[in-house]
């Protein structure tokens, strides 16, 4: 499968971005998605998942609230709505495909459990 995530930019605090991942190669509604995102110098880390329906989705403590994941199968495309951005959000974004079909919060954000994975997309939020 092959994974192309895109719309990172630079945006002031308090601003709103939103990022496309848009895969081929698999059948996409059959598969996990996920968000990752790392700093400079900082481990990858999990941001959001949803499941092949679109209908549960996981986040991390820090963004729940703010980021919205979706999806639309018929595209083969996921997003993530960023509103409310904070310099601590800056970071290179990945999106991935999950090995399991079915999971729970654990497995989610368990960047070993991703099988693919797109190249980034660069977020800059200034102050």
């Known amino acids: 499968v092959q994974l192309q995530a895109s719309g990172g930019g630079l945006v002031q605090v308090g601003g709103s971005l939103r990022l496309s991942c848009a895969a081929s190669?698999?059948?996409?509604?059959?598969?996990?998605m996920g968000w990752f995102r790392q700093a400079p110098g900082k481990e990858r880390d999990f941001v959001t998942a949803v499941t092949p329906g679109g209908g549960t989705t996981y986040y991390a403590d820090s963004v729940k609230g703010r980021f919205t994941v979706s999806r639309d199968n018929a595209k083969n495309t996921m997003y993530l709505q960023m509103n409310s951005l904070k310099p601590e959000d800056t970071a290179v974004y990945y999106c991935?495909?999950?090995?399991?079909?079915?999971?729970?919060?654990?497995?989610?954000?368990?960047?070993?459990?991703?099988?693919?994975w797109g190249q980034g997309t660069q977020v800059t939020v200034s102050s």
């Open positions: 190669g698999r059948t996409f509604s059959t598969l996990v």
């Open positions: 991935a495909t999950h090995r399991l079909r079915y999971i729970n919060y654990s497995t989610a954000r368990s960047s070993n459990a991703y099988d693919y």
